[in-house]
């Protein structure tokens, strides 16, 4: 089932660099030739959500997306994604990057 995400981009691994980060032999396959953009889900906070969150001990939310479509590092996107097996990891089937 399909459920559209929003999270800021905080790291990009291009196609071509796979074989330089040590991946989940599962996140490596899913990934093959399409990018991996590590996310920190619900987009870019506030300085209130930061500090709320700080001092409430609650840590934001990291996710992973597969995509066949680049984002730049600090860009916020809005992903129609598919969970997968694999915890935190979502295959984006649309991306819309919104900023950079």
Known sequence: MAETLRGEVVHVVDPAELDEYELDAELRTLAESRYVLVCRKGGSPSWFERVTSFLTRRPIEA??????????????????VRETD???????????????
Do not use: F, P, R
């Open 86 to 100: 694999i915890g935190g990891v979502y295959e984006a089937t649309a991306l819309e990057t919104v900023g950079n």
């Open 63 to 80: 996710i992973t997306l597969v995509s066949d479509d680049a984002a730049a590092e600090g860009s916020e996107v809005t992903a129609t």
